[in-house]
Structure formats: structure tokens, C-alpha cells
């Protein structure tokens, strides 16, 4: 695969990640992460770039995009809401684990 096939997939996968986390903010109807993301959406695309540089990182944002929007379909909050959070702090586990930070997470 040439490198130019790469990087449009890579910003493919980052409009496509951002678009859900968009999707799901306005579901909620909920103005101040709607505003946040507005001011930090750029920080976020940065973040994006580098984050899906690690092997394995986009299949398992993908994975647990997947879960949220069976628990949303089946109404299920609660698994929804387990999901939500498990997923940023998987993010944080791996970044954590790639960089060898001592990052103690809470359940």
C-alpha cells in the first residue's frame, strides 16, 4: 500500500472517529460537551493522529464504538454508560502502557 493510501485511510478513520463521538454528543442533546468539543476539536484531531500511529488502536476504538451503539439500539443505559467510560480509559491504559508511563487508573 503507498504511503498516500495510508495517510488517507489514517484521516479516513479520524473524520470517521470524530464524526461518532459528534453523533453521540448531539444524541445527547448535552451543550456543554457539545461546546467542548467545539473548543477542543482541533487538540482532538492531534490527538487522533498520533493515537492511531499505535498498532491495534483503531480496532479497538472500533470495537467499543461497536458496543455503545448495540447498547444504544437495544436501549440498554447502563451497558452504554460502562462502555463510555471503559473506552477512554482503555485509550489511557494504552497510551500508558506505549510510552511507559506509571498511570494508575480507578475502576
Not at 11 to 24: C, G, K, P, T, V
Not at 26 to 45: E, G, R
Request: hydrophobic letters at 40%.
Amino acid at each position: 500500500m503507498e504511503v498516500s493510501s495510508i495517510q488517507k485511510n489514517n484521516n479516513e478513520s479520524i473524520r470517521y472517529d470524530i464524526e461518532f463521538h459528534q453523533i453521540l454528543i448531539d444524541i445527547s442533546q448535552n451543550m456543554v460537551l457539545k461546546h467542548l468539543l467545539l473548543a477542543i476539536s482541533t487538540m482532538i484531531k492531534r490527538f487522533l493522529e498520533d493515537y492511531k500511529k499505535i498498532p491495534e488502536t483503531s480496532k479497538s476504538a472500533i470495537s467499543y464504538h461497536k458496543l455503545i451503539i448495540k447498547a444504544l439500539v437495544e436501549k440498554d443505559s447502563d451497558f452504554a454508560e460502562a462502555e463510555m467510560k471503559a473506552h477512554p480509559m482503555d485509550v489511557i491504559k494504552t497510551l500508558s502502557e506505549k510510552l511507559n508511563l506509571n498511570v494508575k487508573l480507578s475502576d
